[in-house]
């Protein structure tokens, strides 16, 4: 897989979570719209990664998990995170999202609020997550 593959799953995620959601399908809506802010980031790492370069030891198992944070770290975001933490918003949209986690897979019951909030904070218009790792990959 590479970087376009990751955009585009990214984005394929999203739409689906939003016909899960417009279906009452809120467990699938959830998982995939998390799914999608994986993918994103996984499109941010894969930016980074430099053709010959010869990885450091164990960077496999920093870039091969679901937990996202670890993900921003790895991905070099910090710095670029950090400065959209400062926005009130975005951070509001973040404390969501960062609450995801790909056990959710096995929930066999979701709110349909905490989908439809998952799903705002990662696409609203003005400081989405998805907004900002669109910026970043």
Known sequence: MNRDDFKSLSIIRLKEAKFLLDNQCYEGSYYLAGYSVECALKACIAKNVKRYDFPEKNYENKI?????VQLINSAGLW???????????FTSNWAVVKDWSEKTRYIKSIPPTTAKDLL???TSRSYG?????KICW
Request: aromatic content about 12%.
């Open 79 to 89: 710095k670029s995170f950090n400065a959209m933490n400062q926005i009130p918003e």
């Open 120 to 122: 705002s904070a990662i």
């Open 129 to 133: 997550v998805m907004k900002w790792l």
């Open 64 to 68: 091969y998990t679901h937990d996202l």
